[in-house]
């Protein structure tokens, strides 16, 4: 089984995994988080969220699609919180009808200081 890796420019760059991966019209995009910016920690949820959706739209874009085409997406949050911030958030990034989504409360991201991470898949026309 082959797929095709698309390059995002904006976004940090990988470590052992790849930002999206393409097979036929199936787009995927890997849980995108506010990393690397060196002031992550001073980011509040609505800050951090603004610039995940920012990078699922460099993602999308990047593989022929927009916002428009992504399904789901599933939301990580470290309070419940915070799904305030995404809930303000969505209809600036799209349209209804709205991606299905999955949100889930973890007890952390892998580095303490992000605070939430947004997968996505998309299927293209």
Known sequence: MSFQVIN???LPEPGQ???VVKKDKFVFI???TAH???D???LDPMAQGKRIFNYLKAA?????GTMG???KMNIFLTDGEQFSAIKKLRPLYFTPPYPAITT???HSMVRRDLVMEIEATAILD
């Open 8 to 10: 995002v420019p904006d």
């Open 104 to 106: 889930v409360v973890v």
């Open 17 to 19: 995994f790849s930002h």
């Open 40 to 42: 992550v920690g001073q």
């Open 36 to 38: 690397p910016e060196a």
């Open 69 to 71: 085409d992504i399904v």
């Open 60 to 64: 999308i874009e990047a593989a022929g």
């Open 30 to 32: 890997s849980g995108q």
